[in-house]
């Protein structure tokens, strides 16, 4: 019922995704050139409405899926904003998701489009199994693709905070794509996704430092490592525990018809 209001390439590449996506393994993981990339887009456009991705695509699933995802990252305007992550605070399951699915009927028409046929497949690809294209992992990678990737005039990188809410806001719309977006009743409560590793140790080192930032200076007098106020003699190993753990964080338009 969106085939209208979604990109031609969108719905070109998706629909072969379908089809040939769930049998395929780490089906994101493959690492075309840009120019595989920028040919294959060029060659759909010049096919059109009923171009053979896979004879454009000269039969690879993951160049087909490599080109989606560098399709919908460079979209002038990000498919998903934090206006969305208010839902993830909500205590009771149900109404996270009914939040979420409140918020999203309310987005612009075309964006709800893609974003529904995003997730549909996404959905497909993790009740299929196939290794490499775990929940997990296609909300990790999609993420990063569907969200803007700084703030701001000068650019600067998006919060770890954010970035963990961006990680569960895909992983609930993956998990209950038909739910969000089609309004189906029937919601299971399903266990929140995992974080990925990178983010899990982001905040392990976060939880580090402040833990380590409040542990009391053991020296008489102001130390050159810290600003902590000297109460008790010692060795100042507080100090030094403070300073190493500083060292531990590293450093538009919508779619339209």
């Known amino acids: ?72 990252r460079q979209l002038p305007e990000p498919l ?3 206006e969305l992550h208010a839902p993830l605070d909500a205590e009771v399951y149900v109404e996270r998701i009914a939040a979420l699915r409140d918020l999203v009927s309310e987005m612009n028409e075309a964006h709800v489009a893609v974003l529904h046929r995003i997730f549909y497949l996404l959905s497909r690809l993790a009740k299929a199994g196939a290794h490499g294209n775990s929940p997990e992992q296609l ?13 701001g005039p000068a650019g600067r990188e998006r919060s770890r ?18 739910c969000i977006f089609q309004g189906e009743l029937d919601t299971l409560e399903l266990p929140e996704l995992p974080l990925p590793a990178h983010l899990e140790a982001e905040v392990t080192q976060e939880r580090v430092k402040a833990r380590l930032a409040t542990r009391p200076c053991h020296t008489r007098r102001p130390c050159h490592t810290c ?13 030094r525990l403070q300073a190493t753990a500083a060292g531990y964080m590293p450093g538009p338009h919508a779619l339209t018809p």
């Open 139 to 151: 909300a990790d990678l999609w993420a990063s693709l569907l969200t803007p990737a700084t703030i």
């Open 161 to 178: 905070a954010s970035r963990v809410k961006d990680y569960r806001l895909v992983g609930l719309l993956l998990q209950h794509c038909a």
């Open 1 to 72: 019922m969106y085939a209208e209001l979604v990109p031609q390439i969108v719905q070109q590449l998706v629909s072969y995704l379908e089809i040939t996506g769930p049998t395929t393994e780490d089906l994101f993981g493959g690492d075309p050139s840009i120019r595989q990339i920028n040919d294959l887009i060029d060659d759909l456009n010049a096919a059109g409405e009923h171009a053979d991705v896979d004879q454009v695509s000269r039969g690879s699933p993951r160049l087909a899926a490599a080109t989606l995802a560098a399709y919908i």
């Open 227 to 239: 600003a902590c106020p000297c109460m008790r003699p010692g060795t100042g190993t507080g100090c």
């Open 80 to 82: 998903v904003h934090e």
